[in-house]
Structures are given as structure tokens and as C-alpha cells.
């Protein structure tokens, strides 16, 4: 078998992204160059790596034991250039992956926790939904994910090995709405008062969930502004444009002009956040992330 890194980067680039095309994209190639690439690492290997299907590009059995030994490998390789280009071989790097909304309340206090008591520790984060962050720590492009779940919590994927989760916290979910709208002045809302109201969602495709409408809201959601950003949902809240369902946790990172509502009149929506790895032992360094967003979420900051 002969194996090229540029193979093997490109093998885990599509198990990270789920489909040919995606992954041509954060590589820079052609969508063919990538194709190509899977071809010729299926010629070599003598097996099938990928199962290609409606809905985008899955890893065969002998695809995700090849990932294994690729990550490694380019792992390897990547220290190897740190060592030639002269990093400091005593600082240690953690790749986190979360979901948006935590990049405005939990990770900034954490990192900052994080740094005050290991500075050693070098922390890079990517943000993405629930399934890109799945397939990233499959490829090994992350070392850890903070994941959010509902009731039943059930299991992320159906991949094997089953990936590691350690239970950070349970959230509750509020709507965001204006302070200066109908529901001025007001601590909470009937879920009755929430149908026919203007949401502001996330767009959905695929198997990612629509983001932002209340998860039990009876009949069809009006959706009048599909956004991705949370600083722009929230700021469309605020000018009286729409609603939307938040983490109870963001409060102190609202902008002027946002109220948080409790919903009557429905079971309330519990999130479970969890940190999530592959297998195994973590390192030292992992485990000190771990324990800086644990303790961001025993002691968070006050609200203003």
C-alpha cells in the first residue's frame, strides 16, 4: 500500500466535511482533484473507503480504520514541522469544537480561565452544528466538542467506536423578545401567545435542526428572518423584528433593548451540554480544558 499525505489529508478532510464537494472547498482543490484522491486511496487500500449516498459521503468500516492510522500519521507530521520551525515544544494545544451560542457566553470566560491557571496550554476553536462537529472529531481535527442534546440524549452518532461524553451542565431554553414590544416588562410568556409570532432561525439543511423556534410551539412557525449570526438575531430581537429561543446562560452578553421570557404552558426545554472526545485516555491538557468549562458553569459571572 502507498499512502500520500496529500491522500490522507484529503481522507480526513471528507470525513470531517461529509461530502466530496466540501471538502474540496477547505482544501482549495477542484471537486474532481478531490475525487481523484479518494479513487486513487481506494486503488491502494484495494477496498472501498467511502459509501457515497443522497445525502453526501460516509466512511466505510476499512474508510474510519484507515482515518485512525491517517490521523496519527499526519499528527506526526505536523509536530514534526513545529520541531524544525523551532516552536516551544512545552506549550500544549487543545483543538475544541462548540455550538454558536456558546461562543458569546461560555467560551471566552473559560478560556480565560483556562489561561490564568495553564498558560502552557494553547486552545484553537471552531464553531459548526452538532453533526459537523461529530465528523471533525471523528477526522481527529478536534480533540474536543462541546455538544448540546435533548431528552432522551441519545447517542451522537451511530459511528463505533462510541465517542466519550462527560456532562458539563443542563441549560434551560427562554425566548429572546424586545423589551419594548408586547412583551414589555413582562417575566414570562404562554406558549399560546407564541403562535403566529415572527421567529428569527437558524436556516436548516439537511440533518441539522431549525435553530431558534420554540421546540413544542404548536402548528406551523412564521419564520421571518433565517440568520446564522447570534449577534444579528439578537440585535433583530431587539429592534422588534421577531423572537427567538435562547440558552437561559446567555443573559449577560444580551444587548440593550432584549428580554428573556420563561414559556407557560409547555414542558420546559432542558439542554444537556457535554464535552465530547474519542476514546481513551485524554491528555493532561485536555483535561484542563474540561476543567475550565466545568468551572465556568459552577461559577458563572454575575449578571449585570
Known amino acids: 500500500m502507498d499512502f500520500s499525505s496529500a491522500g490522507l489529508r484529503a481522507l480526513r478532510q471528507i470525513a470531517e466535511s461529509g461530502s466530496f464537494t466540501a471538502a474540496a472547498q477547505r482544501l482549495g482543490y477542484t471537486q474532481s482533484a478531490v475525487s481523484r484522491q479518494a479513487a486513487a486511496l481506494e486503488r491502494s487500500a484495494g477496498t472501498a473507503l467511502f459509501e457515497r449516498r443522497a445525502d453526501g459521503v460516509r466512511l466505510t468500516g476499512a474508510g474510519l480504520a484507515l482515518l485512525r492510522h ?3 500519521i499526519l499528527e506526526a ?3 514534526a514541522e513545529r520541531d524544525l ?3 516551544d515544544t512545552r506549550s500544549e494545544q487543545v483543538r475544541l469544537g462548540a455550538f ?3 461562543g458569546s457566553t461560555l467560551l471566552p470566560a473559560a478560556l480565560g480561565r483556562l489561561a490564568e491557571s495553564d498558560p502552557r496550554i ?3 476553536t471552531r464553531e459548526g452544528t452538532t453533526p459537523f462537529l461529530v465528523r471533525a472529531l471523528r477526522a481527529g481535527t478536534l480533540d474536543l466538542a462541546l455538544l448540546a442534546s435533548r431528552p432522551p440524549h441519545r447517542p451522537v452518532d451511530s459511528e463505533s467506536p462510541r465517542l466519550q461524553l462527560e456532562r458539563v451542565a443542563d441549560t ?3 425566548v429572546a423578545a424586545s423589551s419594548i414590544g408586547g412583551f414589555a416588562g413582562r417575566a414570562s410568556v404562554h ?5 403566529g409570532a415572527a421567529w428569527i432561525a437558524t436556516p436548516s439543511s439537511g440533518a441539522e435542526p431549525l435553530l431558534g423556534v420554540w421546540p413544542s410551539l404548536p402548528g406551523r412557525p412564521h419564520i421571518a428572518h433565517a440568520v446564522r449570526d447570534w449577534l444579528t438575531k439578537l440585535h433583530l430581537v431587539a429592534g422588534g423584528f421577531g423572537v427567538t429561543t435562547v440558552p437561559a446562560a446567555i443573559r449577560p452578553v444580551l444587548p440593550p433593548g432584549v428580554t428573556l421570557l420563561r414559556v407557560e404552558g409547555s414542558p420546559p426545554e432542558v439542554r444537556r451540554l457535554s ?3 474519542l476514546p481513551g485516555r485524554p491528555t493532561a491538557a485536555m483535561a484542563a480544558v474540561v476543567r475550565a468549562v466545568r468551572d465556568q458553569f459552577a461559577s458563572p459571572p454575575p449578571v449585570p
Open 85 to 87: 520551525a523551532g516552536a
Open 275 to 277: 464535552l465530547a472526545r
Open 122 to 124: 494553547t486552545v484553537t
Open 77 to 79: 507530521v505536523a509536530a
Open 70 to 72: 491517517a490521523t496519527t
Open 172 to 174: 434551560e431554553l427562554v
Open 100 to 102: 454558536p451560542s456558546a
Open 191 to 195: 406558549v399560546r401567545e407564541l403562535v
